[in-house]
């Protein structure tokens, strides 16, 4: 599978937006907290975050900053363990 594909399923198990008080991570939309959000360049309201946008950040954040692509091109399905195991921490 390709990166697109892996971050389209994370998105999709993500959800959309959140702003739960009780979540350390604070608002976020597709699982990208504001902070992250910021850091990326989005100035807008989390409520509006496009999903275009979200796949940028999840493909620079956690698939190429990281060099899991590389991973990718050996083992595919430890890289995308990799990118979900990102996400999390």
């Known amino acids: 599978m390709s990166a697109v594909t892996y971050i ?8 959309g937006y959140v702003n739960d008080p009780k979540d350390s991570g ?3 939309k597709f699982g990208i907290t504001v902070a992250t959000a910021r850091a990326y360049g989005y100035t807008g309201p989390m ?3 496009p999903h ?3 796949q940028t950040i ?3 954040r956690y698939w190429v900053e990281p060099k899991f ?3 990718d091109e050996v083992y595919p ?3 995308e363990c990799l990118l ?3 996400v999390l921490a």
């Open 58 to 60: 999840y493909l620079r």
């Open 8 to 15: 389209n399923e994370l998105i999709e198990r993500e959800g």
């Open 84 to 86: 979900d195991f990102g």
């Open 47 to 49: 409520r509006d975050l």
């Open 69 to 71: 692509h590389l991973v």
């Open 77 to 79: 399905a430890l890289a």
């Open 52 to 54: 275009a946008t979200a």
């Open 26 to 28: 604070g608002e976020t």
